[in-house]
């Protein structure tokens, strides 16, 4: 048996298909999204205040205020209160994530001039309440994660951005989302090269300790990379000897790495893995790596894919399984 079956173990039968779950298999995040959508700030502020990690806080945040309409109370909470700065924070991440629904993730030829009209004022909202709140707090990791995402919508330039990263890596060198902010900026499709993406996430991978998940860079700009070619290329270029050497050393390197270590947001880097992996036809190693989910879906990076992410989840899954 090799070390991939090892570490991918025995399953049970699986009598249900797997689902999209928004919580990422997290049930205090589950319940965090349920006050939420209850608009009941008040048990859920000393919840998140009382998180003593800013990179858990951060990702809390991040998928707490996708929950839509959370807008319509925490501006409220605000009134009430402005000199709150958590109540702040929580307003400003909802406005980018507010922002981005109003654009939708349409090509930017498809996006109305409403939408666009809405895109930005919502950004701007955002960006003025997180720089308050990151004056208010200087060693909060969270304002400057977020302020890399309203920066790059807002097309505020390379340089903006490039300093907001390197504010998030002050407070934490290690901050995964950080990461994938940059190497968002970096992308082709942002003004980026594949160049710079590729040298970018090899780079961190790198200058982090083995069992870091910046592993996940390498995946994440194999994936980039990927998308901007045309059908035909994209899988000749995933499934070239030198995309699935690169993809079975970072995956080595972080998620199937004896010191790597689960982290609160650990399921979107395996969901992540188990995909790029599929898609290169290393399927030996993204069994290993799918048999660690016991089929908690996340929606990124499965949407990539079109159609439903359960059943893209699903297809892949079992096109690795060993026969």
């Avoid at 980018?96 to 939708?104: G, M, Q």
């Amino acid at each position: 048996m090799s070390i991939f079956r090892r570490l991918a173990g025995r399953r049970p039968p699986r009598s249900q298909p797997p689902v999209l779950d928004v919580a990422h298999g997290d049930e205090e995040l589950r319940r965090l999204r349920a006050l939420a959508e209850a608009g009941d700030w008040a048990a859920l502020r000393p919840a998140l205040a009382a998180v003593p990690d800013q990179a858990e806080l951060t990702w809390l945040l991040h998928r707490i205020t996708s929950v839509e309409g959370t807008e319509e109370w925490v501006a409220k909470a605000v009134a009430e209160r402005p000199e709150d700065t958590l109540t702040l924070l929580f307003s400003g991440a909802r406005q980018i994530a507010w922002a981005w629904e109003a654009r939708t993730g349409a090509r930017a030829k498809h996006v109305t001039e409403e939408q666009w009209r809405l895109f930005g004022e919502r950004l701007e909202v955002a960006e003025e309440q997180l720089l308050e709140v990151a004056e208010r707090e200087p060693g909060w990791l969270a304002p400057w994660f977020f302020l890399q995402i309203a920066a790059r919508g807002a097309s505020l330039g390379r340089t903006v951005a490039g300093t907001r990263f390197e504010a998030a890596l002050r407070r934490d060198p290690e901050h995964l989302a950080s990461h994938q902010q940059r190497l968002q900026q970096l992308c082709a499709k942002w003004g980026g090269s594949h160049e710079e993406m590729h040298a970018f996430a090899r780079t961190a991978m790198l200058g982090a300790p083995e069992g870091s998940p910046l592993g996940e860079l390498v995946a994440l700009a194999h994936l980039e990379h990927w998308l901007d070619l045309p059908d035909g290329e994209d899988h000749a270029y995933l499934t070239g000897p030198a995309v699935r050497s690169s993809l079975r050393a970072a995956a080595l390197r972080s998620v199937l790495h004896p010191a790597y270590r689960r982290r609160r947001d650990w399921r979107a880097t395996h969901n992540a893995f188990a995909m790029v992996l599929s898609l290169a036809d290393e399927r030996e190693l993204a069994h290993a790596v799918f048999a660690t989910l016991d089929d908690v879906v996340t929606d990124w990076p499965w949407y990539y894919l079109g159609g439903d992410e359960a059943e893209n989840f699903q297809v892949h899954r079992d096109r690795c399984a060993p026969r």
